[in-house]
């Protein structure tokens, strides 16, 4: 072997490599832990950007429906206590038609004391009689209401007389509670008198703007439909809308004072309650509810609106119907009102139309054309409470609803600020992290120099020895020159050379030996492999295998809608495995069956026996087997051969309500079954005396009985699972029957959807973030 001289070949030396290596490495080191670390900043500062401004986007929105509740809130308590007002000054009048001697008593009373509440005089251009200004209330008798003799007919001067009381009365109501234009008292239809309290020129004003109002009765003229629409109340040939009398009109002008208004009515009965007889009614000016609404102010331009459940904008500020594109128009159609058109529909900007067409309520996201630019806007929405809303000719169910509008750029203006900021801070942080980079290789460069000498004499002897260990020379060993690092090296060189020489020697029988436990082991874990994935695919195929199952034997949504007696609401939620509860709905022959069960335990196995309980009852009802404890029975003894076959070792509990359109009979055992009346009042029926638990015995006929439930309108039913009252919260507290009792009386009022969904919104609610051990099944049915 020829030694080539180290200064012949600078870059072959073992210094040159280990500047070159080492130093390399390092090199390499540090730009990789440099390149991580900033690359870390940058995605610190991206994650910090997006939390921030996920939270700063959650704030800002939670405080504009904060914003609009508020609005909403404010505007429902103006309309809240117009309402009141009206219902006191109807409530008067009402105990005046029911207590006809006390009518007839204050009515004199007051003629007594202040005859110009009660004496008219006829107007021969008008041919209309009124009371001398004066009074505290005008009233006004038209032309058809009065005898030869131009004096109110007998009957017309008794009504006259006893709605004199809204002279003590609406006084005091107009100082205290809302703002309120007037209030009055209309009569019946056969005698429409007319008294308005404060007192204004009524029938004059009449005869300026509405030329031949006296020539119609005034119920047909200005309000057509209205004193319809309340006789069906009282007839019950039309149902309310809302449920309350109070009727509210479409925002109209005035024809006395010029203004937009809102009027308020709210309809008297008959003593026997058969008939109508008259009206109570309030008048509150647009301005007072604009007044409410134009006074948002969100961020720096944000605004707010007030529309009808048709698009029509009610209440809006000057700037805020220039940005979303509304042109008003005057709707002069009507008879006896003048309607405001300004609605969102006939919007300059498309997505304000848009939004007409879907309102719905939450957050909406818009761009809107602000002077050639697009402008992203964010728009909430929020439904005010129905009413009964008059339009000509009918009454109908209306909800207005809050818009506020704000564009993005100034809500989110914070969101931006704290962006920039994380933005700078990050480039900062980049900076100083190159320049600590920079310093740490020259010092690392530095000290690889230095040392590279001392370790080169410690590293060049073991070279020497390793080129003799190459040339199988294992009797070699290097002197220990120094204790440090190379001197360890060299130890353990010499320790290395001795185990060289020793397993050369062994080499062979090592190999075998290793080779063999190798194989061995490589066998042993492919088997394991194999039989892993086996039970992988099974288990997998078993759990797709019973969650189909669950979703086909649940009834459509056509079948929980078929019945026009029973509105029916379904909820069912699996725990962590296949679901083993069920549920049914089935119809043959205008009868229906709901059924309602628990099977033991979850998996294919129960999946299977929910199959087995759908097919058999559904082939039984097709049979028409109508028997209702016939009907168990024969489910029962199919059930149980097939769990005796197939070795299941699972049983149920099971029950069913039988309706034919007319009686509903409840058979089987279950958990119990609650009964919320229209009246609110709770009953409650236990299952344990109506059945067995399907599949435990061949014969259930002695156990089997059946309960008649008598169902009168809006009552309802709940049926559920024990997964629903055994549902627990972090405490391990139950949700117990009496709460979900509570929630279905709360709720009662409502139609079956929004009972199934409040209940489990308030079950979800109390569970939170705790494990669902159970599976959750519930249905409502509303009785129509």
Not at 55 to 77: F, K, P
Not at 326 to 352: F, M, W
Not at 724 to 744: D, M, Q, W, Y
Request: aromatic content about 6%.
């Amino acid at each position: 072997m020829t030694n080539t001289p180290t200064s012949s070949r600078p870059w072959g030396s073992f210094r040159a490599k280990f500047i070159l290596v080492v130093g390399g490495a390092v090199l390499i080191d540090l730009l990789i832990s440099g390149g991580l670390a900033l690359w870390n900043v940058q995605r610190l500062s991206r994650d910090a950007a997006e939390e921030v401004g996920h939270g700063l986007e959650q704030a800002s929105q939670d405080y504009i429906r904060t914003y609009a509740n508020s609005t909403a809130a404010q505007v429902s308590l103006l309309l809240g206590q117009v309402n009141n007002d009206v219902g006191v000054l109807a409530d008067v009048l009402q105990e005046q038609i029911d207590s006809p001697q006390r009518q007839a008593d204050i009515g004199s009373a007051i003629s007594g004391t202040s005859p110009d509440s009660v004496r008219l005089s006829f107007n021969p251009a008008g041919k209309w009689a009124q009371n001398a200004p004066g009074a505290p209330s005008v009233v006004s008798a038209w032309g058809y209401l009065l005898d030869k003799d131009h004096s109110p007919r007998p009957d017309v001067q008794a009504e006259i007389q006893a709605s004199s009381i809204l002279d003590l009365v609406a006084p005091s109501l107009l100082k205290s509670g809302s703002s309120k234009l007037q209030m009055y008292f209309i009569g019946p239809k056969e005698r429409p008198i007319f008294r308005t309290a404060p007192y204004t020129d009524q029938a004059q004003t009449f005869d300026r703007l509405y030329p031949g109002h006296n020539d119609a009765n005034f119920w047909d003229f200005f309000f057509p439909g209205l004193y319809e629409s309340w006789q069906s109340w009282a007839t019950g040939a039309g149902s309310q809308p809302v449920p309350d009398d109070i009727t509210q009109t479409a925002p109209y002008t005035d024809a006395i004072t010029g203004k937009q208004i809102v009027s308020f009515f709210h309809p008297l009965w008959s003593a026997d309650r058969k008939t109508v007889a008259g009206t109570a009614g309030a008048d509150i000016t647009l301005d007072q509810l604009a007044e409410t609404v134009e006074n948002v102010k969100v961020a720096e331009s944000g605004f707010g609106f007030l529309a009808m459940s048709d698009g029509n904008v009610i209440a809006i500020s000057k700037d805020g119907e220039k940005t979303i594109g509304l042109r008003s128009a005057s709707d002069t159609k009507g008879t006896g009102v003048t309607g405001l058109e300004r609605s969102l529909k006939g919007s300059s900007q498309p997505a304000i139309a848009e939004l007409a067409n879907n309102p719905g309520t939450g957050i909406r996201h818009l761009l809107l054309d602000q002077n050639g630019e697009t402008v992203p806007f964010m728009v909430i929405m929020k439904e005010l409470p129905p009413v009964n809303l008059w339009q000509p000719g009918l009454v109908r169910k209306d909800a207005m609803s809050l818009g506020i509008v704000v564009p993005e750029r100034e809500i989110y203006a914070s969101l931006f600020a704290a962006q920039a900021k994380i933005s700078d801070a990050t480039n900062r942080i980049v900076l100083y992290q190159i320049l600590a980079i920079l310093l740490s290789l020259t010092i690392v460069t530095m000290a690889v120099l230095a040392v590279s000498k001392r370790i080169t004499g410690g590293i060049s002897a073991l070279a020497g020895a390793a080129r003799r260990i190459q040339a199988q020379d294992y009797s070699v060993r290097v002197a220990v020159a120094s204790r440090d690092e190379v001197g360890e090296a060299s130890e353990a060189f010499n320790r290395m050379a001795e185990q060289i020489s020793y397993h050369t020697e062994n080499l062979e029988q090592l190999v075998e030996e290793r080779t063999a436990e190798i194989e061995d082991a490589k066998e042993e874990i492919s088997i394991l492999n194999a039989q892993l994935e086996r039970e992988n695919r099974r288990l997998g195929t078993e759990l797709a295998v019973a969650e189909r199952i669950q979703m086909m034997v649940l009834p459509l949504a056509s079948e929980l809608s078929s019945s026009k007696d029973l509105e029916i609401a379904a909820y069912m939620s699996a725990a962590d495995e296949v679901g083993g509860d069920y549920y049914d709905v089935l119809e043959a022959d205008g009868r229906f069956k709901i059924g309602i069960g628990d099977v033991t335990g979850h998996g294919l196995e129960s999946g299977v026996l929910m199959l087995m309980v759908q097919s058999v009852a559904r082939a039984l009802q097709e049979a028409g087997t109508t028997d209702p404890v016939k009907f168990l029975i024969d489910l029962n003894s199919a059930l149980f051969k097939n769990i005796v076959r197939t070795r299941i070792d699972k049983h149920l509990t099971l029950a069913f309500l039988d309706y034919d359109g007319n009686d509903m009979f409840i058979s089987g055992q279950h958990e119990e079954v609650i009964i919320v009346r229209a009246n609110g009042a709770l009953e409650r029926i236990e299952t344990m005396d109506l059945g067995l638990p399907i599949g435990l015995e061949s014969d259930i006929s002695s156990f089997v009985n059946t309960r008649k439930i008598t169902l009168e309108k809006d009552d309802i039913i709940v049926l559920h699972t024990d997964g629903v009252t055994e549902a627990e919260n972090a405490e391990g507290e139950l949700f117990g029957i009496e709460r979900l009792c509570e929630e279905a009386v709360r709720l009662h009022e409502q139609s079956a959807d929004h009972i199934a969904t409040g209940i489990i919104d308030k079950l979800m609610a109390y569970i939170g973030s705790h494990k669902i051990h159970d599976d959750i099944t519930l249905l409502v049915l509303r009785h129509r």
